[in-house]
């Protein structure tokens, strides 16, 4: 063969070759959006997971509270912030619209 000739479809062997490596970036961009993506969705499941425990905590010492030896008016206001905290945090993740509740 002469120099600065090419085999007849070299050109578009070269084309297919890049057409492969650029899916091929495509691919690996695809996946690792797609493990950042599942890393959040982690994150939020943790998330709700830690507020739901938080809610049980504050149901336990609601339910202390009521067997200790305050005045009624303590207890009240007590168990009123108490149960308000708890409620917040269950709302926190069933609106994904308003994930956060007004207080």
Do not use: C
Not at 1 to 10: I, L, Y
Not at 30 to 45: G, P
């Amino acid at each position: 063969m002469h120099e600065g000739k090419t085999k007849p479809g070299s050109s578009l062997m070269t084309l297919l070759i890049n057409i492969e490596e650029a899916v091929d970036r495509i691919n690996h961009k695809w996946e690792a959006l797609m493990a950042t993506v599942q890393n959040f969705k982690d994150l939020v499941t943790a998330l709700n997971d830690a507020t739901n425990t938080i809610a049980a905590r504050i149901e336990a010492l609601i339910a202390k509270l009521n067997d200790t030896g305050i005045s009624a008016a303590e207890e009240d206001a007590a168990l009123a912030g108490l149960q308000t905290a708890a409620d917040n945090l269950k709302t926190l993740g069933q609106n994904p619209a308003d994930p956060v509740p007004t207080v």
